[in-house]
């Protein structure tokens, strides 16, 4: 395992991978790293003969108001996991490493960064896509795994791979939950015991929802107030609850009757910690099958 500080170093370990072994696989995190994250890691080596890890906690896709200084960091014990998980290279860089002074560039996605969670963190998306550039640029042709945790984040870099004609295969990786249906994520360490029992109703209001899908309901109408009721009856605070788009992202109407497969997106506070989770109706299985 070789931990590398400088996207010089970074750089030339990437080239030495694709010599010796044909293929990179490339999966960026933000670190303090769960059994979700170790999954894309296991995916990445399914495509690749090598995989570099990147551990980075990006300010330009924080807001300002949002949990950029608290935001978990664990540098050691996540080598040790991206280790034991086979990947071969981590990559941490210091902020300004990837941000060199006097930085004055961005790249941004239109159209898709507008609606879910675009709409309520203005600059999220442009801070990931300029990182995720700048990752990509630095670790060279690569298979690159993403969550589908972040649904919205992962149709956002297939869009920006395809428009600026990068050397880069996207694949996405289904949500990977706790036993009882919580959707892994850094930022679960935040929760109090009783935030954490109450954010159990999003895997639930998706299972509810799926539920009543396969049994053939396709009006918005119908289905949103049921979720809607089940985050608010946790005492979880809404941001979004919206059948969307599978590719477009593109929201669906209060009165519109859904097709074949559409995208459940939600986000929530449980207390200050923004939470989402998400399904696609009609292509995944429910997250608690018994739910229904
Ligand atoms: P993060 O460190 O939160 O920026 O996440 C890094 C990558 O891990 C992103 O592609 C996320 O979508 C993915 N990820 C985070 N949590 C999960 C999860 N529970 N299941 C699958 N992928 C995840």
Request: hydrophobic content about 45%.
């Amino acid at each position: 395992m070789r931990v590398l500080r400088s996207a010089a170093e970074f750089r030339q370990a990437c080239d030495d991978a694709r010599a010796q072994v044909g293929s990179l696989g490339l999966v960026p995190t933000m670190g303090a790293l769960h059994e979700g994250h170790l999954a894309l890691v296991r995916e990445a080596q399914r495509h690749a003969g090598r995989v570099a890890v990147t551990i980075f906690v990006n300010p330009t896709q924080f807001g300002p108001k949002e949990d950029f200084t608290r935001y978990p960091r664990a540098l050691e014990r996540d080598v040790a996991l991206c280790g034991a998980a086979g990947a071969e290279l981590v990559f941490a860089p210091p902020v300004e490493e990837m941000y060199p002074p006097g930085d004055a560039t961005r790249v941004r996605v239109t159209g898709l960064t507008e609606h879910l969670c675009g709409a309520s963190r203005p600059h999220h998306f442009e801070g990931v896509t300029t990182v995720v550039t700048k990752l990509f640029a630095v670790a060279g042709p690569c298979v690159a795994v993403f969550g589908r945790k972040d649904y919205q984040q992962w149709k956002v870099i297939e869009r920006m791979v395809r428009d600026l004609l990068l050397p880069v295969r996207v694949v996405g990786h289904p949500i990977v939950r706790e036993a009882d249906g919580l959707a892994l994520s850094s930022r679960n360490v935040y929760l109090t015991a009783d935030e954490r029992a109450r954010a159990l109703a999003l895997p639930r209001a998706l299972s509810r929802a799926a539920a009543r899908f396969v049994a053939g309901e396709r009006r918005v109408g119908e289905l949103l107030p049921s979720v809607r009721r089940e985050l608010e009856g946790a005492a979880l605070t809404i941001d979004y609850a919206r059948f969307s788009d599978v590719e477009t992202l593109t929201p669906f109407a209060e009165d519109a009757i859904l097709p074949e497969r559409a995208l459940l997106a939600l986000a929530v506070f449980a207390g200050s910690t923004r939470l989402i989770d998400n399904l696609v109706v009609g292509e995944e299985p429910a997250p608690l099958p018994d739910e229904a």
